[in-house]
């Protein structure tokens, strides 16, 4: 709520410079000296008016600059606008074209982009250039959505029509990789039920009795369905219960070594995973663990739970990328809740959004009253009025009856001190589950900060049922990152199907995690020892929670859908890329050159 909505009568006269009052000057002069900010403040989206009618007009060298920066930043509503600008330019005309070709790219249309940039072979030189190079990089990612998909011809196809003007060892490799899976799936695709090289021994290591039987018989069933959906007599699959205690992780680590496996998978929490990963090391055997616990990546376990750094960083985009630019948190006293604020901080700012307020509370608690006060500025609300109250006090010990109207109504008003919020902010972002979201939102409507007064930005925990107990009351139209809508939509379809039953959201993570055990296994030429070379392939693997890649230093980059909450459900509201999508080129403009092509080819040749 905007601060002159706190003064009836007396914000009228403080405000507007159509009716003055002798008495006010000394209180604007207070205000002005104590809070010197205060009405220059943000705030939320449905409180932001214009304040003049000027409109500035960008130069089309202006509209060039924040176009790159947007696109390189991935703002890419912002990138569109400028981009628009430039194509509507007679100089910039191409190099729009380009740009759009780039940012169609970044966001997954990557056949739209292939057609843009081949509407650029009649210009000159460097943009038809630039565009056959990145129309090769996106012949690539073309081949290998399909090679994922399993439709080996549309893969061929991609890979015919990799044309680069200059190529790279980069994008040769990743054309070599390309062509060498199309041929194993092509061989698989024969001699499907034949034995090849050594067996693979998976010990797949959940709590299957105990506090977690119910989520660890689950994610059984999803992992013993991406067995049987990728049927492969060499890959041997081996459960191991750890009884959902770390104790148990141990003694189920321990049993998997004596059993000589090759990979163990799990176990589900962190605890257990601290539990199991000594032993796993020093049998030298790779540990792929549910936990989201990025400290676990540092001792040789690969991380394969959702990392909170890229949601984070996603939900600061959003802010970012809706022209917001000042948000505020509110998270859980966790240390979940600090690593997502902090990492979020550092995107923000990063984008240019200013975070005013920072607020943790108790997750155990059901009043988060106190914190949100502190979001609303309450305190600050009452000293103001206590403020305007003494000074119209003093006025009064003056002047006693002549006084204004106005100001003696206005005194008698603030008899009772009532103060009211002042947000100052335009996105709120809230980091918490979906079982607490309900609570908190009811709360936030009393305090002016619910979806109708600012944009609400959640994380991936929101994507569950429970979210929606109250109908999606004060929180509809609330963005969030999850994983991809189709794919997911089509594992838990599948599961349904199968076991007649539906499957939990985590149970996406055993199922996916076999998947990409029987890929790297399949592209290891069926050899163990090679299995972990093929996991950091460098363009991941397609599984149901979208692109996954794995990288060397054990942690797992995922990319994620917007979805948009509503009264019932959700929806998607940004779609992400099927494949990860190349790098956007540095310099971006074709005509410059970059200091390594000038050091190496000083000449301009």
Known sequence: MVFK?????FSI???????????????NNLLNEQYPTLFSEEVSPTNQVAIS???????????????????????????????????????????????????????????????TLDELTGFNKEFNDA??????????????????????????????????KKSSRRLENKKEILEDRLNIERLSQ???DKNYGNPLKVALLLPLSGVYQNIGLNMLEAAQLALFQQPNPNILLYPHDTQS???????????????????????????????????????????????????????????????????????????ADLDISTTAILAPDTAYGFEMSQNFQQEAIHLGVSVTQVAYFNPQSTDQSEQLKKLAQEELSLKLLKDEKSMLEREFSIV?????????????????????????????????????????????????????????????????????????????????????????????????????????????????????????YVYSDYRPN?????????????????????LKNGLTERLYDTYEVRTYSYVSREAAPLAFPPAVPDPLDPKEKSSFDSFFNPWGF
Do not use: C
């Open 190 to 192: 024969f001699d499907a």
């Open 530 to 550: 090679r299995l972990t070379d093929m996991f950091y392939a460098p363009d991941g693997y397609l599984l149901s929670n979208g692109p996954t890649k794995l």
């Open 400 to 520: 006693g009856a002549a006084m204004s109207d106005a100001s003696l109504t206005r005194l008698e008003d603030l008899k009772t001190l009532n103060p009211q919020t002042m947000v100052n902010f335009g996105a709120l972002y809230l980091p918490v589950t979906a079982e607490k979201l309900p609570l908190i939102a009811s709360q936030l409507a009393f305090y002016d900060m619910d979806s109708d007064h600012v944009q609400l930005i959640g994380s991936a925990l929101w994507h569950n049922k429970s979210v929606y107990s109250n109908k999606g009351e004060y929180i509809k139209g609330a963005y969030y990152p999850a994983p991809n809508y189709k794919l997911s939509a089509q594992l838990e379809s599948d599961f349904k199907q199968h076991y007649k039953k539906d499957m939990l959201p985590i149970s996406s993570l055993a199922y996916d995690a076999i998947k990409l055990v029987i890929s790297a």
């Open 245 to 319: 205690t770390e104790m148990g992780a141990r003694l189920a680590a321990q049993k998997a070594i004596s059993d000589k496996a090759n990979i163990i998978v799990g176990p589900l929490t962190s605890e257990h995973t601290k539990a199991v990963q000594n032993y796993a090391q020093s049998a030298g055997i790779p540990v792929l663990s549910f936990s989201s616990d990025i400290q676990l990546s540092e001792k040789g376990v690969h991380v394969f739970g959702h990392e909170q750094t890229l949601q984070a960083t996603q939900a600061a985009k959003m802010i």
């Open 13 to 27: 006269a403080l405000l507007s410079s159509q009716i003055v009052y002798a008495q006010v000057d000394p209180i």
């Open 53 to 115: 009618n000027t409109v500035i007009e960008l130069t089309t060298e202006e509209h060039k600059q924040l176009a790159e920066d947007s696109l390189k930043k991935g703002l890419y509503k912002k990138a569109y606008k400028h981009i628009n600008h430039l194509k509507d330019s007679n100089e910039y005309h191409e190099y729009g074209s380009y740009l759009e070709g780039i940012l169609l790219s970044q966001q997954g249309m990557f056949e739209k982009a292939y057609k």
């Open 5 to 9: 909505e706190i003064f009836t009568g």
């Open 131 to 164: 565009a056959r190079n990145y129309q090769a990089e996106l012949a690539t990612s073309l081949a290998w959505i399909a090679l994922n998909q399993k439709d080996l011809n549309k893969a061929e196809q991609w890979l015919n029509r990799y044309n680069p």
